[in-house]
């Protein structure tokens, strides 16, 4: 018996998971419905696949959450996955879920996927024949991912970088590396069943004036460690800047480099894909100016040429959006997508330039710490501050880089840490800011920036 | 297997010898009336003159390990940190003191190995004062490190004999420097070991350096699937005869900090099956559900008193016990572990020798039963053959 085998055995031996069957779960991902893999649907569909957000705790509600963004003429289900199963915390999400259940009250924030276990959810999960992704948040993922895969969810978010640094303060980054190779090897091990499980990295990180460059550098490493492991299908991704040309910018760089790194570690079968969040930080409360945040950034995926465009809501702003407003988000979008024709292809070769040198200018750094494997150069580079995430609460992140809008409303770096970007790139960036101001001015700029859609 | 070939690696414990060779692992009782290197040489002689001084490994927990005290300004920063780092250099506390209550603080009539005084980032200053001084003046110590406020080390060193001063262990961040204070904790150890003259002779077979063993197990956890059936998270309880260690996966605690480690060591000193038995014994006697488990082990408190077998497999349930209560939410020690998301506990020591699989998930369950009100059942792992170790000193 393999290692990760073992391993397997003893994840899947837990008060919380009834009786998992691993030839079961086999047999059925070898048998399943190809529609329910995402990574078929980016090979035969020839459109921007639109995906909601959403979860809630009871089969019912979460059902019925299905049903109508079915009716929306979705293209992929989201299974969101309440904080509680997040932390591992079964026994909180088991007491929950009953509360719910009992009340008509969600005492949960998403679905508790674990607790209903993959038998039950496997019901719901293949209904409606279409491909769903997992998206949760999850340091420790391995027996969600078990169970999700065990449900028909053949997409499976997140990465060790991008779950944790945006989400969590204590959670020691060497093990959440470790935890998520065994994801990845369980992903690559049922791929070679059926159409391939596709991984998506978390591209929004923070959300908080995240720089280009760091949201590439996060996505390529996590796309790197995946496909070593022998992943097949992968989607890159990152959200709405809040600058139309900065998007496109970073649509053209990133597509670039993830072909050009997966090539350099020699892995040419893997297909990758692109994914844009519609924007990530604070809405506006008015809920026609949320719908005209949303049309933009469904404008800017067309512009940037993504595969997938993932969904906000005009209730962004006021709590967990209602499955009426979820589906209407997905109708729009897709009436918009339908429309969007002859669009210009648009290209900034200067700026391209500066990021693309940025990028492998940090990459290389990463490469050359003396570390024996990938997941160490990286979890070095972060702990050193080589790769730094503005407003990441992880106590293992940096936090020297500051960034601020230039008038264009370009993220740009003022402050680089210790990040290696190349002293040109670093002073075109900070040519670009009107940093003759005093230091409580610029603090409010930042301030302003980080809040600039509401 | 292939690193120990030509080999000899050796554990000096306060019960046991261990010899690790590529053939097999031996276990030797000690005479505790014999110098430490001439029992050896004397049982094991045939097996060591096949090897050359620089094949030769040797980690040892016989000299008792180093004690320290420490003197901080909070819990959160600077005790937590200097209490860390002491515990993964193989050190044992005695006691930690917060300045503030440190007019209040009994002073420890033992002697300690090293004192360590903590304190403040960088830019502060003023931070200690007389008081320590006073304190410091009835406290029997051997060596006295100063790791705080780079401010404050003139006037400390001014005030304080034979102070050793090394770079703040909390920087401007607040995050946690350990290197230097390590790397000093364990030349103390090396000193100690120097000073003892039973086991300053080991070196007539080793030209390689002597380490703690708590710092070995500690360096052995992140390869120990390669061995056992394990997965993460995980803890390891070495039950020994004078001590035992809980070595935990360290995402199993919510308040992190960033060091070198994947795993945190505790050790509770006073918690042994031979030399602390007294200890255990006591410590049992205040454990409110002890009585219930002597209950379900069929056995009544008359147990105590007995010097058997029974009693001592009793005892080594007991460890088990009252261990993972002093981890859990129930009984708050220097740490609360997660044990519920435990997913194996693996047991090395000679408890392993002496109880059976069964036994150990008997007590575990009753201990998830009770205390957690849980079904929960990690798996066990017992370290049978009580080499675990060797893993750590290979890659030494």
Known sequence: MSLLQEERNIILNNEHVDNFDFAEVEDFVKNASKDLFISYNFKTKNKMLVQPRGGFPTYDKMFALYDFFDKADVDVLPCTIDSNTRLNDYATAKKMLRLSEENEVDMLNGYPLVTHGYRTSRKMMTHFNKPISLRHGTPDARLLIETAIASGIFEIEGGPITYLLPYSKNFPLDKAFLYWKYVERVCAEYSKLNEPINRESFGPLTATLVPPCITIVIQLLEMLLSLEEGVKSFSVSFSQTGSMNQDIVMGAVIRKLAR????????????????YHQWMGAFPMDQNYASQLINMSTVIASMVGANKIITKTKQEASGIPTKEANAETVANTQYLLR????????????????????????????FNDPADTLWRKVFNSIKNGTIDVPFSPHIINNNEMITVRDRNKNIRIIKRGKVPIPHRCFEYEKNQCDLNKDTTSIVNDIIHDIGIMQ | MSKLENKLLIDVGSTYFKLCTKDNVQQHFRDFNKDIYDDLTYKCADIIKNYNKENIHICSSANGGLSTL?????NSFSLKYATNIAFNSGINIIDTVLFRDIEKTSIPSDLIDVVIVVGGIDSVSNIFDERLFKFLDGLNYSNIVYVGSEKDSAFLKENIQNLSILPNIINEKLHVEEENLKEYLTNLYQADIMGKEDIKHLYNITSNQIFSTPYIVNKTLPMIDSKFKVADPYILIDIGGATTDIHYSKDLVEENMVTENEYDRLVFKKLGVYKSKESLIFAAKNNEFVYELLAHLKVTENIFEESSEKATRILMQLAIFLVLCKVSAYRKAYVNLKLNALNSIVLTGGITKVLKQEEIEDIVTFFYKKILNSQHNPTIVMDNNYDVWTLGMLEK
Do not use: F
């Not at chain 1, 050009?260 to 994914?275: C, F, K, N, P, R």
């Not at chain 1, 429309?339 to 990463?366: F, R, S, Y």
């Open chain 1, 339 to 366: 429309i969007l024709n002859g669009l210009p292809k648009l290209k900034d070769e200067q700026e391209e330039e500066i990021l693309t040198a940025e990028v492998m200018a940090i990459m290389e750094a990463v």
């Open chain 1, 260 to 275: 050009h790194y997966s090539e350099e570690i020699g892995v040419t079968d893997a297909d990758i894909h692109l994914v």
């Open chain 2, 70 to 74: 420490i003197i901080g300004i909070t």
